[in-house]
């Protein structure tokens, strides 16, 4: 036998066996070791506002049956959209100047898989149709009409979201205060967000919102941008935002809250430094509340406002609450 033909039959051989050892098939691949569990001590959520304590219950519902993270996120935040009591999210959510609710939602898994829909109407679970974006689709973010078509055709209902007490409200502001746009503050906030991270150390976020009460029509604010409203990377923490969306866009507060986690500073100091980023944007401070939340990958929390006022609901295995945040400035 030749050299040249030994060295193209040992090729070959050498080829099969590579070929052969990459077999699904194979034992050796189903007995991949995988990382051990967390456990169910590690597990929490946390959620903006004093609406996240019910969202938050159903979360950690999922997590302690070893659920991830990605369908706490989603199933807890349906508990407030569906909420008809809650003005600022999905059903009841305070409509636009012409009198139409419009809603904003995004999500976001460990996997940097997100999610996102925009001045989206007639459905009543936004953060499932961001899902479904995610998941279904090559796009991150679907808008307006184009939003509410593939919302129906992945069997979403249709259904008006303008119940009597928001349209009675929404009546009395054109009456009354035509133009004049609600402040953002600690009475009239808006979103909820929330982080969550389950037994495998996996975290996840989204938010949902209608926005701004009596906005202008087609106005979308900071829920539905990857970086502004939410972030998250997995080997690091992840950041949620609530307040005037248009503060949060301009310094892309979550995406740097992150940064600064990536960079060292504990989930407390990078939301303290976003909001002193916007203080130092912006000339006019009034009334222009914004808040932060934060996670690390060790589960360690942070939050930090603007304006005193903001509180964020915390929930792990054994215990809820609601946790005032620490903030800059008196009303």
Not at 82 to 110: K, R, W, Y
Not at 147 to 159: E, L, V
Not at 203 to 228: E, F, H, M, N, Q
Request: glycine fraction near 10%; charge should be negative; charged fraction near 20%.
């Amino acid at each position: 036998m030749k050299r040249r033909d030994f060295v193209k039959i040992g090729t070959l051989g050498t080829t099969a066996l590579i070929i052969d050892g990459c077999n699904p098939n194979e034992t050796s691949l189903k007995n991949e070791i995988l990382p051990p569990p967390l456990g169910i001590d590690k597990i929490k959520v946390i959620s903006t506002w004093n609406s996240g304590i019910e969202a938050n219950k159903t979360a950690i519902e999922i997590l302690k049956n070893n659920g991830p993270a990605i369908d706490a996120i989603e199933k807890g935040l349906n508990v407030t959209e569906s909420d008809s009591e809650n003005t600022s999210v999905g059903l009841g959510g305070l409509p636009d100047a012409n009198g139409n609710v419009t809603l904003d939602a995004c999500i976001m898994d460990h996997n940097f898989n997100c999610g996102s829909v925009s001045y989206i109407s007639n459905i009543e679970n936004p953060i499932s149709v961001a899902r479904k974006v995610m998941e279904d689709t090559p796009h991150v973010m679907l808008s307006g009409k184009g939003a509410y078509d593939f919302a129906i055709s992945k069997n979403f209902k249709h259904k008006n979201l303008l119940t009597e007490s928001s349209r009675i409200k929404w009546e009395e502001w054109k009456k009354e205060n035509k133009n004049v746009l609600p402040a953002i503050n600690h009475e009239n906030h808006d979103t909820i967000a929330m982080i969550a991270i389950d037994q495998l150390g996996n975290l996840s976020t989204g938010c949902t919102t209608s926005g701004w009460a009596y906005k202008l029509a087609g106005r979308v604010g900071d829920s539905p941008i990857i970086g502004s409203g939410v972030y998250l990377d997995n080997d690091v923490g992840a950041a949620c935002a609530t307040g005037m969306g248009e503060a949060i866009i301009k310094i892309c507060g979550s995406h740097a809250i992150v940064e600064l986690m990536r960079n060292g500073s504990s989930p407390q100091e990078a939301c303290k430094i976003a909001v002193q980023r916007i203080k130092n944007s912006n000339k006019d401070l009034k009334d222009l509340q914004v808040g932060f939340i934060a996670m690390n990958k060790n589960g360690e929390i942070g939050s930090y406002s603007l304006y005193s006022g903001f509180n964020y609901a915390y929930q792990d295995a054994q215990e809820s609450k609601l946790i005032d945040s620490k903030y800059d400035l008196d009303w």
